[in-house]
């Protein structure tokens, strides 16, 4: 597999994760709301699950979706109630304050990798999508250790996207920002991520 395979893979996969998603919105909300620390943790999370989405599709999960298109339907509800149902507690809690450092106990950094994980998995779309991406870049004969570099790549340029996400949302002027808007962002970021899980749900 050629060097400029590689880089197609990256590119392809980096212009999907940078488009806006569920990630996105929890990202954001994250870092803002609870500090670098959960957000950072939150993309780890990301990272890990676009890794086993791309290693799934390697191995075949796109095709089986194609054969058994239930199984896909059946990931797929499950992934939308899973959002539409993290869109009503942001909805419900919208109006609560803001809580500050000193006042909770901060996520942990293994319960906001579980989130991203999870939420990653929440959408099973990413098993077509890398299946069509390898089906276009990835030879039939590419080796073992070519396979495990793209699965690599694909966790770390997710990982570093949303780790920039973490880090801007999470500066001070950003989280007094949002502090002064949260009823309003909360509510604006439910709805989207709501909107999210309707379109996952949809044909």
Avoid: C
């Avoid at 909805?91 to 450092?101: G, I, N, V």
């Avoid at 030879?139 to 699965?151: F, N, S, W, Y």
């Avoid at 949002?178 to 604006?188: G, L, V």
Wanted: aromatic content about 12%.
């Amino acid at each position: 597999m050629t060097a400029l395979a590689f880089a197609s893979v990256a590119l392809v996969h980096l212009l999907a994760a940078i488009s806006p998603g569920p990630s996105f919105v929890l990202s954001i909300k994250t870092a803002a709301a609870e500090g670098f620390r959960p957000a950072l943790g939150l993309a780890l999370g990301f990272g890990i699950g676009a890794a086993i989405w791309a290693l799934l599709a390697l191995v075949g999960l796109s095709l089986l979706f194609q054969v058994v298109p239930v199984l896909f339907t059946v990931l797929k509800l499950g992934g939308a109630l899973f959002l539409i149902w993290i869109a009503i507690l942001m909805w419900r809690h919208a109006p609560d304050p803001m809580p500050q450092a000193a006042d909770i106990a901060p996520r942990s950094m293994a319960s906001a990798i579980r989130l991203g994980i999870v939420t990653m998995f929440a959408n099973p779309k990413p098993a077509i999508f890398f299946g069509a991406v390898f089906l276009s870049f990835v030879p039939a004969e590419t080796t073992v250790l070519a396979k495990a570099i793209i699965v690599f790549n694909i966790f770390w340029v997710e990982a570093a996207w949303y780790i920039l996400v973490a880090r801007l949302f999470s500066l001070p002027a950003a989280r007094a920002g949002y502090a002064r808007f949260k009823t309003k962002m909360d509510r604006t970021l439910g709805v989207a991520l709501g909107a999210l899980g309707v379109r996952l749900a949809l044909p």
